[in-house]
């Protein structure tokens, strides 16, 4: 069972390059969500969306884009790298229930 | 955002019960209380959930008094292998808020 995929699992970008973080649940969850975990701390949320066609600010939203393309698939872009945006992003879909949610694997970003 | 309040960190050793406490100040009658472990360079997983009293799956037990104001992850015996963070997140509407868990190390 893939659950929960992420790519590309590493990236060094440069400072002011653009990218696309890419994630797809195959478990028909509505909702999805991106976060971002910094090296000794707690995960925030950057965006959510809790169903096809929506999507809502998170904690921390400024520096990203998401755009929810299908049920299955839920992208976070960065127009504009900054050294500031170094983390590790998890993104994760909830169950239909509202109480559960299952986490990728996580994609390791660093920029220079 | 509202945010559930657990230690920040928790010494053990190996084969002593280990017992986790979240608040839970602003849960809402409808949400059933949830616990994530994650080891280091992965995502968090999910162990164990409730809704009251106690729930007891082959990795821990959750205990969740009558007001369910707070939680207690119970990991029995626990080994080196244990060592991660705990989280026990507030879920806000399915914004699920996470603070920054409990860093349970296991020491031999």
């Known amino acids: 069972n893939a659950g929960v995929t992420q790519t590309p699992k590493f990236q060094v970008l440069k400072t002011g390059q653009s990218m696309t973080l890419q994630c797809a649940q195959d478990?028909?969850?509505?909702?999805m969500y991106w976060y971002r975990q910094d090296p000794g701390m707690g995960l925030r949320l950057i965006y959510y969306?809790?169903?096809?066609?929506?999507?809502d600010k998170g904690e921390v939203p400024n520096g990203y884009n998401v755009s929810r393309l299908n049920k299955r698939e839920f992208s976070l872009r960065l127009e504009s790298a900054a050294p500031s945006q170094t983390s590790v992003y998890f993104c994760?879909?909830?169950?239909?229930?509202?109480?559960?949610?299952?986490f990728g694997e996580g994609s390791w970003l660093t920029v220079v | 955002l509202a945010k559930t309040t657990q230690p920040i960190s928790m010494d053990s050793y190996e084969g002593q019960e280990v017992n986790i406490t979240c608040s839970h100040n602003?849960?809402?009658?409808?949400?059933?209380i949830t616990w994530y472990q994650q080891f280091p360079s992965q995502g968090p997983r999910f162990i164990i959930q409730?809704?009251?009293t106690k729930v007891t799956n082959e990795v821990a037990s959750l205990f969740i008094p009558a007001d369910r104001k707070s939680s207690t992850l119970s990991l029995p015996r626990v080994s080196l292998s244990d060592t991660a963070v705990y989280y026990c997140?507030?879920?806000?509407?399915?914004?699920?808020?996470f603070g920054p868990g409990t860093r349970l190390s296991v020491l031999p």
């Open positions: 994760a879909s909830g169950d239909n229930s509202g109480n559960t949610i299952y």
């Open positions: 478990m028909n969850h509505n909702s």
């Open positions: 969306s809790a169903s096809e066609g929506t999507t």
């Open positions: 602003n849960i809402a009658t409808n949400d059933y």
């Open positions: 409730g809704y009251k």
């Open positions: 997140p507030d879920n806000y509407g399915q914004n699920f808020v």
